[in-house]
């Protein structure tokens, strides 16, 4: 009886969960639409952006902004993207705020060359760019082009889009009002993903970047899959792979990071341009460090972000 009775429950949650989801479906479709763009950066590449804007144009609304490397698929103006009425998205549609979702450079559908962690520069002259101007280029075009919004704008990101909202922070530009970095990559030498107080972390390193770090020669809307491990026990594949060469030997030479990483083992020049908390000087708008307990790496990067902020800039700051 006990077995029914628990089969009965799942099915009832299941049930309640989707019609709730076909229920969300259904009125973001309603009360949004959704257009794909390509803005242009002042280097004359151009980033694909998708929105989903309220139909409603009786008032101006915000723009929340999100910059990915992993991409904003599924591509197509009539296809909606699940994730924004499936999870904490609907929150943000029911509160009126236009969706911008961005291929960062050289990712998927945007121009360009990638580059990890992309060194932030200070000085930047004439066309030279870097995340901070790519985010200033984006929300300028959204401020001048996007119907009905208020000229307001917030951006978040998760994980390594973290990066990109902590790159945004720094872009200067006076509609961004609020950056909410969350579990925010920040220094990938100290203490993010791939080492732990400078000591290697090979597993991470190499199962993402196997397939994550290889290159794109054009704008594609397909993930690259990674290195399949040819045997069901990975402590057994990496125990008798052996050496850290070999593993280089498996990656080969055309993942630019991979080889980056294998030249710089010290905590040198090289990572600290790559270590977001050493630019976080003259931030403007409200920030919002968010990290959790529970994250399979560790919380330094939300933790040590959110220091270095508040020691560096005399500005709204909450952690989270």
Same mark, same amino acid.
Request: charged residues 20%; neutral net charge; proline residues 7%.
């Given at each position: 009886? &006990?077995?029914?009775?628990?089969?009965?429950?799942?099915?009832?949650?299941?049930?309640?969960?989707?019609?709730?989801?076909? $229920? %969300?479906?259904?009125?973001?479709?309603?009360?949004?639409?959704?257009? /794909?763009?390509?803005?242009?950066?002042? %280097? #004359?590449?151009?980033?694909f952006t998708a929105f989903y804007i309220p139909k409603d144009t009786t008032v101006k609304h915000p723009i929340l902004l999100n910059r990915t490397p992993y991409t904003c698929s599924p591509y197509g103006?009539?296809?909606?993207?699940?994730?924004?009425?499936? $999870?904490?998205?609907?929150?943000?549609?029911? /509160? #009126?705020?236009?969706?911008?979702?961005?291929?960062?450079?050289?990712?998927?559908?945007?121009? #360009?060359?990638?580059?990890?962690?992309?060194? *932030?520069?200070?000085?930047?002259?004439?066309?030279?760019?870097?995340?901070?101007?790519?985010?200033?280029?984006?929300?300028?075009?959204?401020?001048?082009?996007?119907?009905?919004? !208020? &000229?307001?704008?917030?951006?978040?990101?998760? $994980?390594?889009?973290?990066? @990109?909202?902590?790159?945004?922070?720094?872009?200067?530009?006076?509609?961004?009002?609020?950056? $909410?970095?969350?579990?925010?990559?920040? =220094?990938?030498?100290?203490?993010? =993903?791939?080492?732990? !107080?400078?000591?290697?972390?090979?597993? =991470?390193?190499?199962? *993402? @970047?196997?397939? *994550? #770090?290889?290159?794109?020669?054009?704008?594609?809307?397909?993930?690259?899959?990674?290195?399949?491990?040819?045997s069901q026990d990975n402590y057994d594949f990496y125990l008798k792979t052996g050496a850290l060469k070999n593993f280089s030997k498996i990656m080969g030479d055309s993942v630019a990071f991979w080889t980056?990483?294998?030249?710089?083992?010290?905590? %040198?020049?090289?990572?600290?341009?790559?270590?977001?908390?050493?630019?976080?000087? !003259?931030?403007?708008?409200?920030?919002?460090?968010?990290?959790?307990?529970?994250?399979?790496? =560790?919380?330094?990067?939300?933790?040590?972000?959110?220091?270095?902020? /508040?020691? &560096?800039?005399?500005?709204?700051?909450?952690?989270?």
């Amino acid at each position: 009886m &006990k077995k029914y009775c628990c089969l009965l429950l799942f099915v009832i949650q299941f049930t309640t969960n989707s019609t709730a989801q076909n $229920s %969300d479906s259904l009125w973001v479709r309603e009360n949004y639409y959704k257009v /794909e763009k390509m803005l242009p950066m002042r %280097d #004359g590449i151009s980033l694909f952006t998708a929105f989903y804007i309220p139909k409603d144009t009786t008032v101006k609304h915000p723009i929340l902004l999100n910059r990915t490397p992993y991409t904003c698929s599924p591509y197509g103006e009539d296809k909606f993207n699940p994730r924004i009425y499936e $999870s904490y998205w609907i929150n943000y549609l029911r /509160e #009126g705020y236009i969706i911008a979702i961005q291929d960062v450079r050289g990712k998927f559908m945007s121009e #360009g060359e990638f580059v990890d962690v992309r060194p *932030f520069n200070p000085n930047k002259k004439g066309k030279e760019i870097d995340e901070a101007s790519d985010t200033y280029d984006a929300i300028e075009w959204m401020v001048n082009n996007l119907p009905a919004n !208020n &000229k307001r704008v917030g951006c978040f990101g998760i $994980s390594y889009p973290g990066f @990109y909202a902590t790159m945004a922070a720094l872009s200067g530009h006076p509609a961004l009002k609020a950056v $909410s970095p969350q579990a925010p990559v920040t =220094d990938w030498f100290q203490g993010d =993903d791939f080492h732990h !107080n400078g000591v290697f972390m090979l597993m =991470d390193a190499f199962g *993402f @970047y196997s397939g *994550f #770090g290889l290159p794109r020669p054009k704008p594609t809307k397909d993930w690259t899959p990674g290195f399949r491990i040819p045997s069901q026990d990975n402590y057994d594949f990496y125990l008798k792979t052996g050496a850290l060469k070999n593993f280089s030997k498996i990656m080969g030479d055309s993942v630019a990071f991979w080889t980056d990483m294998m030249n710089h083992p010290d905590n %040198d020049a090289w990572w600290q341009a790559r270590n977001a908390r050493n630019f976080v000087t !003259n931030i403007k708008p409200a920030v919002l460090v968010v990290g959790g307990t529970f994250d399979a790496e =560790d919380c330094f990067g939300a933790w040590n972000l959110y220091k270095a902020i /508040e020691e &560096k800039v005399k500005t709204p700051i909450t952690a989270w």
